[in-house]
């Protein structure tokens, strides 16, 4: 995980309203879900509560011990906290947590993310690649080794694999891939869950990040038709996500220790 160093002399809360509510309470229940997924490929599934899932084992890099699915979790997360590993890290999926008495830093803060659904004959894209869906546990080895950016001389320094050729049975769960010349020039993570497609893991090798973005969301349109796509971005990648038609809804926090 990436740690940005956050100085808080006072911590904002917020508290979406309205429909922003509703997007962030699916697009949280949709990220938890695929955390769990995750999770469950390694034997290690997590704990769902009213308003939070957790997982007491360890978990694969770069995922959450924890994730609050609706606000104000504070209490029930509390409740909790002394079962999950002493080094761990919480999705704050509200912004609405202090966790700095229970011994936590901030990670990163980043943006949900909301398109609406569009028909693939209506997400022209000029990104001019074949988009296809991995199909067999050699293709996933290889997705994965240019998503985590390993090298033929970094054999013997790669961590354990996250994502296990056992995903590949799940239809709700695509990794999506994209070929220029017989060669991988781009992939994405798409996942069905709580009503919503998420999108997640995007990854770009030598091409137009926008234009993959767009192809994107054009290829997994094509693959679940008729269903809006939530994320959550930050930075370039936010004003990429941005650039395919996607809209900040609001704020989410990760807490580590």
Request: proline letters at 5%; a negative charge.
């Amino acid at each position: 995980m990436e740690v940005t160093d956050h100085k808080m002399n006072s911590m904002s809360i917020f508290t979406p309203s309205g429909m922003n509510l509703h997007r962030v309470e699916q697009a949280a229940h949709n990220n938890a879900l695929w955390c769990d997924a995750v999770c469950q490929a390694h034997d290690t599934p997590g704990v769902w509560q009213d308003g939070l899932w957790y997982n007491r084992q360890a978990v694969p890099r770069f995922y959450p011990n924890a994730d609050t699915l609706r606000p104000n979790q504070g209490a029930a997360l509390d409740a909790v906290l002394n079962q999950l590993p002493a080094h761990c890290a919480i999705k704050d999926s509200f912004r609405d947590l202090d966790l700095r008495h229970s011994g936590f830093q901030v990670a990163f803060e980043a943006s949900w993310i909301w398109r609406p659904a569009i028909h693939p004959n209506h997400a022209a894209t000029a990104f001019d690649a074949r988009w296809g869906r991995v199909s067999d546990g050699e293709q996933l080895a290889q997705w994965e080794h240019i998503w985590a950016g390993w090298t033929a001389d970094s054999t013997d320094m790669r961590p354990e694999r996250v994502f296990l050729p056992g995903m590949l049975a799940d239809q709700n769960i695509a990794f999506l891939v994209a070929w220029r010349d017989e060669r991988i020039c781009a992939g994405v993570i798409a996942n069905l869950a709580a009503g919503v497609v998420g999108l997640s893991n995007l990854f770009v090798r030598d091409e137009d990040a926008a234009a993959v973005w767009a192809g994107a969301v054009t290829a997994i349109a094509a693959l679940f038709p008729g269903l809006d796509l939530v994320g959550y971005e930050s930075g370039e990648d936010l004003a990429l996500a941005q650039s395919a038609g996607f809209e900040p809804i609001d704020m989410l926090r990760v807490w580590y220790r």
